[in-house]
């Protein structure tokens, strides 16, 4: 079990940049895959990144490839995902996902952080 508290959200400009912060409570934080979803009014929650337990292996969106960036501290219990060159289209709710290994399915969750992207 890992509780997942998501921070860093906001209003930006088009361009500029965000970097949003998931801490994670629980001793096993450092074997779980993680991740960073993102999701709009009446769409599908889409994954935008992901990264392997070990940090070794990434995933990327191709709408965020080059812009976005996700690392993680296992010392720190935490995940990131830094945005950069902002568009209007990344506004969205985001949220941190774990994964028990890299290849289960996602099933812990935090409340979500929002994103907006002005014009």
């Known amino acids: 079990q890992v509780q997942l508290v998501e921070s860093g959200g906001g209003l930006v400009q088009a361009g500029g940049s965000l970097r949003l912060s998931c801490a994670a409570s629980g001793r096993t934080f450092s074997s779980y895959a993680m991740g960073w979803f993102r999701q709009t009014l009446g769409k599908e929650r889409e994954r935008v990144a992901a990264?392997?337990?070990?940090?070794?292996?990434?995933y990327y969106a191709d709408s965020v490839k080059g812009r976005f960036t996700i690392s993680r501290d296992n010392a720190k219990n935490s995940v990131y995902l830094q945005m950069n060159s902002l568009k209007p289209e990344d506004t969205a709710v985001y949220y941190c996902?774990?994964?028990?290994?890299?290849?289960?399915?996602?099933?812990?969750w935090g409340q979500g952080t929002q994103v907006t992207v002005s014009s």
């Open positions: 990264i392997s337990w070990s940090g070794g292996s990434t």
């Open positions: 996902g774990a994964a028990t290994t890299d290849w289960a399915p996602y099933e812990f």
